[in-house]
């Protein structure tokens, strides 16, 4: 039996339950998914990879460590929105709209950034290895390593 409690307390003591609580909210997911448009949503830890968001209204969404390696946010307004520390890996951000956003973190490597506007960002430790920032806005933006992209002088 004390084997039992103390299988039953292992997760808790290592904040599994803290983990599932700061999840991304699930109709929060869904209404993107169908609407394209999330503002303010609770989008943490999202699993979005290779998703189609062209155009998504994301203004001041949270997403904290989202996996968005892959997907198509062409156009998309994530003005003032936590990207921090997400997985954008080879993302299409062309023509984004990432003003005051906070990117620390994130994985931006091999990212189309082409024109997107990114001024007054945070980038501190972003990735953009490989990344396209032709005519991207920078004016303002703290941070980053643009070690390796394309379009950064």
Known sequence: MKKLIVLFLIPFM???PNRLSLAANRVHVQKLKKTKKCIRCNLKYAALNGARLIRARLRGANLYRAKLKGASLRSADLRGA?????????????SAKLY???LSGANLRGAN????????ANL????FKGANL????????????????????
């Open 100 to 102: 005051r956003a906070n």
């Open 82 to 94: 936590n990207l921090s520390h997400a997985d954008l890996r080879r993302a299409n951000l062309r």
């Open 124 to 127: 501190r430790g972003t990735k």
């Open 134 to 153: 032709r005519g991207a806005k920078l004016k303002g933006a703290r941070g980053g390593n643009f070690k390796g992209a394309k379009g950064v002088k």
């Open 14 to 16: 290592l904040g599994w």
């Open 113 to 120: 950034l082409r024109g997107a506007d990114l001024r007054k």
